[in-house]
T-cell receptor, first 114, second 111 residues
Framework: GAGVSQSPSNKVTEKGKDVELRCDPISGHTALYWYRQSLGQGLEFLIYFQGNSAPDKSGLPSDRFSAERTGGSVSTLTIQRTQQEDSAVYLC????????????FGPGTRLTVT | SQQGEEDPQALSIQEGENATMNCSYKTSINNLQWYRQNSGRGLVHLIL?????REKHSGRLRVTLDTSKKSSSLLITASRAADTASYFCATVQTGANNLFFGTGTRLTVIP
């Protein structure tokens, strides 16, 4: 079956603009995660959704970052008033449930803030 | 912040040799997962080992877990040029759901 898909694959934006990144998880996976990978910070967790439960937002670096998951499927990560330090590859992952299951990653969105 | 360290940071071997990568972590875990990454983009899942398991195999891959030492190793046998990639260990801490990643090992297999 289809894997996790993300769009766009690349995004260049000017400092101060808002961006939206999209993630389509594997069908039937109830858990969805956002991570980002940057040279300085490595791979770091951002936010986690499980079914209809309140999301775990503990990894979001600032209140400029938010995410939602509609209908238990597609998720959108929004970054407001982008800064140059937001430049990174944003990775989405999904798993059948949580904690005990493998997480499968999408190809990522490379965000460049100029 | 990252959970742990991987050792070595970089490894270069000849095709056909075995490659061993080590991962150390800091807290009690639910499970540990190994991933491969090519070209700095998507992560490919390799193996998940649970905290009550000590060893798992998948094809040419062998993973061990020592919870008393908070460490894991990934062995790739009979390496191929196509195994050239970065390899990451990631843990799910007890009581959590997200992955905490190590710093990664860059493996280069020379044909």
């Amino acid at each position: 079956g289809a894997g996790v898909s993300q769009s766009p694959s690349n995004k260049v934006t000017e400092k101060g603009k808002d961006v939206e990144l999209r993630c389509d998880p594997i069908s039937g996976h109830t858990a969805l995660y956002w991570y980002r990978q940057s040279l300085g910070q490595g791979l770091e967790f951002l936010i986690y959704f499980q079914g209809n439960s309140a999301p775990d937002k503990s990894g979001l670096p600032s209140d400029r970052f938010s995410a939602e998951r509609t209908g238990g499927s597609v998720s959108t990560l929004t970054i407001q008033r982008t800064q140059q330090e937001d430049s990174a590859v944003y990775l989405c992952a999904s798993s059948f449930r949580a904690s005990q299951y493998e997480q499968y990653f999408g190809p990522g969105t490379r965000l460049t803030v100029t | 912040s990252q959970q742990g360290e991987e050792d070595p940071q970089a490894l270069s071997i000849q095709e056909g040799e075995n490659a061993t990568m080590n991962c150390s972590y800091k807290t009690s875990i639910n499970n540990l997962q190994w991933y491969r990454q090519n070209s700095g983009r998507g992560l490919v899942h390799l193996i998940l080992i649970r905290s009550n398991e000590r060893e798992k195999h998948s094809g040419r891959l062998r993973v061990t877990l020592d919870t008393s030492k908070k460490s894991s190793s990934l062995l790739i046998t009979a390496s191929r040029a196509a195994d050239t990639a970065s390899y990451f260990c990631a843990t799910v801490q007890t009581g959590a759901n997200n992955l905490f990643f190590g710093t990664g090992t860059r493996l280069t297999v020379i044909p």
